[in-house]
């Protein structure tokens, strides 16, 4: 708000709000406060009228009732029943205020609850079996609005244990592809199939389970790193969750912390570094050592020396494994199986990193606007150094 100047706009809508709020308080405690009284009130003249017309019929003053039908004790007694029936009214006024709010909070979340779900499983969904890690991409066409396509006729093929990397513009459906295998959204046209079996055939648990995702951003809980990196796999044993750490290069920044494993994060993560914060995450998805890997951007919001750091654990963790990485900085999917360049939901290029470049198309365009200059720097150095 200051870097933009926009402190009194800030101040005026909070004052906006801040006056209909205390409108709509007043509002109710007005009306809070007279329904009290209002029903105490309308509690004493029920009390009256059963004195009145009681008192009249045992004098004999009503001619509708027959004279010794009403008796003093039965006057008594409508006298209790009267105010035995005011004492639940009024204490239900004294609640009024808690039963106004527990009726807007039960309408909040029974909207919540009625809420359609959009992915569901299909009613003879079976449980998926073991992946082996093939992931086929069959003319796949994906929309988010009703003819607007983000996918247009994707076919590709990812072989058991190969990394597959996915580059393009932003906008061009690379995250879109890696919702589609673990079924987030589903497609529109075509398949996606894993080892032969289409994704919409099986249970979302029973494919999830063995599905790895690491975001660009990493969401952390209000809890201790031992508890966040075993979300991963909630019934793993504190020796699994260290093993887990150790194998991704987390263990010793973790050792370094005041409580250790035990050390209680704050909010997303906060007290830890962008680069620390990723770690954790690879170590709770290498906890659950899934069959297929994505890592969605990973590294992009790291420092380079962090990123190595990062690169090497994702070295460990891909070996075996079916991954699928989207990035934009190229550096790391130079070892990939297989690039795939997209363009406005459709690929426009594929092949590995050596035969895109060697191709000189869009792909080489890319990475040259990238990389020119760190090459240009990193070939001069040595004939700096012999100088």
Same mark, same amino acid.
Do not use: C
């Given at each position: *708000?200051?870097?933009?100047?926009?402190?009194?706009?800030?101040?005026?809508?909070?004052?906006?709000? &801040?006056?209909?709020?205390?409108?709509? &308080? !007043?509002?109710?405690?007005?009306?809070?406060?007279?329904?009290?009284?209002?029903?105490?009130?309308?509690?004493?003249?029920?009390?009256?009228?059963?004195?009145?017309?009681?008192?009249?019929? /045992?004098?004999?003053?009503?001619?509708?009732?027959?004279?010794?039908?009403?008796?003093?004790? *039965?006057?008594?007694?409508?006298?209790?029943?009267?105010?035995?029936?005011?004492?639940?009214?009024?204490?239900? @006024?004294?609640?009024?205020? &808690?039963?106004?709010?527990?009726?807007?909070?039960?309408?909040?979340?029974?909207?919540?609850?009625?809420? +359609?779900?959009?992915?569901?499983?299909?009613?003879?969904? $079976?449980? *998926?079996?073991?992946? $082996?890690?093939?992931?086929?991409?069959?003319?796949?066409?994906?929309?988010?609005?009703?003819?607007?396509? !983000?996918?247009?006729?994707?076919?590709?093929?990812?072989?058991?244990?190969?990394?597959?990397?996915?580059?393009?513009?932003?906008?061009?459906?690379?995250?879109?592809?890696?919702?589609?295998?673990?079924?987030?959204?589903?497609?529109?046209?075509?398949?996606?199939?894993?080892?032969?079996?289409?994704?919409?055939?099986?249970?979302?648990?029973?494919?999830?389970?063995?599905?790895?995702?690491?975001?660009?951003?990493?969401? /952390?809980?209000? +809890?201790?790193? /031992?508890?966040?990196?075993?979300?991963?796999?909630?019934?793993?044993?504190?020796?699994?969750?260290?093993?887990?750490?150790?194998?991704? @290069?987390?263990?010793?920044?973790?050792?370094?912390?005041?409580? $250790?494993?035990?050390?209680?994060?704050?909010?997303?993560?906060?007290?830890?570094?962008?680069?620390?914060?990723?770690?954790?995450?690879?170590?709770?998805?290498?906890?659950?050592?899934?069959?297929?890997?994505?890592?969605?951007?990973?590294?992009?919001?790291?420092?380079?020396?962090?990123?190595?750091?990062?690169?090497?654990?994702?070295?460990?963790?891909?070996?075996?494994?079916?991954?699928?990485?989207?990035?934009?900085? /190229?550096?790391?999917?130079?070892?990939?199986?297989?690039? *795939?360049?997209?363009?406005?939901?459709?690929?426009?290029?594929?092949?590995?990193? $050596?035969?895109?470049?060697?191709?000189?198309?869009?792909?080489?365009?890319?990475?040259?606007?990238?990389?020119?200059?760190?090459?240009?720097?990193?070939?001069?150095?040595?004939?700096?150094?012999?100088?």
């Amino acid at each position: *708000m200051q870097a933009f100047n926009r402190e009194d706009e800030s101040i005026a809508q909070f004052e906006a709000s &801040n006056q209909a709020n205390r409108t709509a &308080n !007043v509002r109710a405690s007005l009306f809070t406060s007279a329904l009290n009284p209002v029903l105490e009130a309308l509690g004493y003249v029920s009390l009256g009228t059963v004195v009145v017309f009681g008192g009249l019929a /045992l004098l004999g003053k009503l001619n509708f009732l027959p004279a010794g039908v009403v008796t003093i004790g *039965m006057v008594f007694a409508f006298i209790q029943y009267t105010q035995r029936a005011n004492q639940p009214i009024q204490q239900i @006024a004294l609640m009024w205020t &808690n039963v106004q709010s527990a009726i807007a909070g039960s309408e909040r979340i029974f909207g919540l609850l009625d809420e +359609t779900v959009d992915i569901v499983d299909a009613p003879d969904a $079976k449980i *998926m079996p073991a992946i $082996k890690g093939q992931v086929v991409f069959d003319n796949v066409s994906a929309e988010y609005k009703e003819g607007e396509k !983000v996918l247009d006729g994707v076919s590709f093929t990812a072989e058991t244990g190969q990394m597959v990397a996915i580059v393009g513009p932003t906008g061009a459906g690379k995250t879109t592809i890696i919702n589609l295998i673990p079924r987030f959204y589903d497609v529109t046209g075509g398949a996606v199939t894993i080892d032969g079996i289409d994704v919409r055939s099986v249970t979302q648990d029973s494919l999830r389970q063995q599905i790895g995702i690491v975001l660009q951003d990493t969401f /952390l809980f209000s +809890t201790s790193v /031992l508890e966040n990196i075993r979300y991963g796999r909630p019934n793993a044993t504190d020796a699994e969750v260290i093993d887990a750490a150790k194998m991704v @290069a987390a263990h010793d920044f973790i050792e370094r912390l005041p409580e $250790k494993y035990d050390t209680i994060l704050g909010e997303r993560g906060s007290g830890l570094s962008q680069g620390q914060r990723q770690l954790i995450a690879i170590a709770r998805v290498a906890l659950m050592n899934p069959s297929i890997l994505i890592l969605d951007e990973a590294t992009s919001s790291v420092d380079t020396r962090t990123e190595r750091v990062i690169q090497a654990a994702f070295e460990k963790l891909l070996q075996g494994r079916t991954s699928f990485v989207i990035a934009h900085r /190229l550096s790391t999917i130079r070892n990939a199986d297989q690039v *795939m360049l997209l363009k406005a939901g459709q690929i426009v290029e594929r092949g590995t990193h $050596k035969s895109l470049l060697e191709h000189r198309g869009a792909y080489y365009d890319l990475y040259m606007s990238q990389f020119r200059a760190q090459d240009e720097t990193a070939q001069a150095a040595p004939e700096q150094i012999g100088k």
